[in-house]
């Protein structure tokens, strides 16, 4: 057990230095060399746990990607409607991609690797499939307008949060994340909610602004 608790704490250290070299350097400048160093562990402790920089890449993505589903549960409750769900995880997706290294590096090696996979297949594609359904619910709770379709709504918002994020690191303004985030929410909403809410769900998108 306590082989087992030591390898496991080498594994979550050099995924650590990867994410911040990854992070640094881009996937393509970044050499295991470099991360050896930045994680401060053997050659050997690193080869135990990853075969090439490729399969590290992929675990990093791996773990960003469960950082960011577990901060996003708080939303996975029955009582909240699924558009306040939605606008409340694009704000957790835009904090954690600037605070969280291990997110950012996930979401940029996304990019970069290009298919945006890590070792249990598509992340993209599973977060497809939650914005699809959140948009479905919405529309059954009422607040989005019954003629939408569900998929549409679903992938223009997932395209949507990860446009501003590429574009936000592509000119350095990751720092305006948020406050674009409510910009796009406050022209999106009106083509999508049903008559009367306009106003609540923009005053709900902005209240995010504040907390983050």
């Given amino acids: 057990m306590v082989r087992q608790?030591?390898?496991?704490?080498t594994r979550d250290t050099v995924l650590s230095g990867a994410a911040n070299v990854f992070l640094r350097l881009g996937y393509a400048n970044a050499s295991l060399s470099e991360i050896i160093s930045q994680s401060q562990v053997t050659k050997g402790a690193l080869y135990f746990h990853f075969g090439?920089?490729?399969?590290?890449?992929?675990?990093v993505i791996d773990e960003g990607n469960a950082r960011l589903t577990a901060a996003c549960q708080q939303f996975n409750d029955g009582r909240i409607p699924a558009l306040e769900a939605a606008i409340g995880i694009s704000y957790i997706v835009v904090d954690m991609s600037v605070t969280d290294p291990m997110v950012s590096a996930m979401m940029r090696l996304c990019h970069q690797i290009g298919d945006?996979?890590?070792?249990?297949?598509?992340?993209m594609a599973g977060w497809s499939v939650a914005f699809d359904a959140l948009a479905a619910k919405a529309i059954k709770q009422g607040d989005i307008e019954q003629d939408a379709d569900p998929n549409t709504i679903g992938s223009l918002v997932l395209e949507i949060l990860t446009g501003v994020h590429?574009?936000?690191?592509?000119?350095?303004?990751t720092d305006e994340l948020p406050s674009r985030m409510e910009r796009l929410w406050y022209y999106l909403l009106p083509s999508l909610v049903t008559a009367g809410k306009l106003d609540y769900f923009r005053e709900f998108a902005a209240r995010r602004v504040i907390r983050h």
């Avoid at 608790?5 to 704490?9: C, G, K, L, M, Y």
Wanted: hydrophobic share 40%.
């Fill in 52 to 59: 090439s920089k490729e399969e590290l890449a992929r675990a």
């Fill in 166 to 173: 590429m574009v936000a690191v592509a000119t350095g303004t």
């Fill in 5 to 9: 608790a030591r390898a496991e704490i």
């Fill in 116 to 123: 945006y996979s890590g070792t249990k297949g598509n992340v």
